[in-house]
């Protein structure tokens, strides 16, 4: 009997059909989608607004103090909270007041976001800018559309170009990076660099350009293009970054050989109009010697 028992249930097993999971697990799941959602959504607006330190050896006394905003992957035109995060942003530099404004790149996702890009540079002092793949709607997101920008006064706009200002009495080259050139792999920004200048800054949107460059090339290296990963899974010790999870950098400060490297989590959405720990943030840079 306990044999013909044993039959009857292996049976049963194989022939029962599949259940569906209970209303209040499906509930639950969207409950919790819902949620996500809606976190990331008010995230993508969520601006942080952060002064870092950042030392640098051999730093001209003059030069200590030298205060440096940088901005970083705007993607306007597409609909987003993130057009929220800019607007802080920019009003958070105007009040600021910094020594200069630099812009890493993706201005644009759509040309329709032109004019909105356009009455935010007319408010930043001092500023240089370079473009991103975005802007020549070079990358995988369907909803990217090219945009002919060209002239961003009164921002000063890069393209494989150099610029030298005076500050404090000392001699400071900005260098910026042009996009297209660089996928290409015909950039040489290092070969620009003036041994001259009492400092000198990179800026690229890509932030893998720190490991192309010669030893001692640059004093500061500005880049974005990552935006901290914008979906991320946290997880003990850490989270896991799904866009962008082969990238050996991700956000901050980083020292290498060709210069010190601030990579900004940048203020737009790219793909979704969404962030999931992985705040847009604009970043004031305070210049210090290190020891």
């Known amino acids: 009997m306990a044999r013909g028992v044993t039959m009857c249930w292996r049976g049963e097993i194989r022939g029962s059909p599949r259940r569906t999971p209970p209303w209040w697990v499906v509930g639950a799941l969207a409950a919790a989608g819902g949620a996500v959602l809606a976190w990331g959504h008010f995230e993508a607006g969520w601006v942080r607004l952060r002064t870092l330190r950042v030392p640098l050896p051999g730093l001209p006394e003059e030069l200590i103090g030298l ?3 940088h901005l970083s992957d705007f993607h306007l035109g597409f609909p987003s909270r993130a057009s929220r995060a800019i607007e802080q942003a920019v009003a958070w530099t105007v009040g600021r007041d910094p020594d200069f404004v630099l812009v890493s790149g993706d201005l644009l996702s759509r040309p329709r976001g032109e004019a909105e890009l356009r009455r935010h540079l007319q408010r930043l002092p001092r500023c240089y800018a370079v473009l991103g793949n975005h802007d020549f709607a070079s990358s995988r997101d369907p909803f990217s559309k ?13 393209e494989d170009a150099a610029v030298t200002i ?6 400071v080259q900005i260098v ?8 290409l792999g015909v950039s ?14 990179l800026l690229c949107h890509f932030p893998s350009v720190i490991d192309r460059l010669p030893a001692g090339a640059f004093d500061l290296v500005l880049a974005g293009h990552l935006h901290a990963g914008q979906i991320n899974v946290p997880r003990p010790g850490g989270k896991i970054r799904l866009a962008h999870m082969r990238w050996r950098y991700a956000e901050g ?17 790219t793909f979704l109009p969404f962030r999931l720990f992985a705040r847009p943030e604009a970043t004031e840079l305070i210049l210090v010697r290190a020891e």
């Open 188 to 201: 040489r920004p290092h070969r620009r660099s003036d041994p001259g200048a009492d400092l000198r800054i």
């Open 253 to 269: 400060l980083y020292r290498r050989p060709g210069g010190t490297l601030h990579l900004s989590p940048g203020l737009g959405t």
């Open 146 to 158: 090219p945009a002919a920008l060209r002239d961003l006064s009164p921002a000063v706009l890069l």
């Open 176 to 183: 910026g990076v042009d996009p297209r050139s660089y996928r």
């Open 166 to 171: 005076e500050l404090r009495g000392r001699r």
């Open 67 to 69: 205060r440096i905003v």
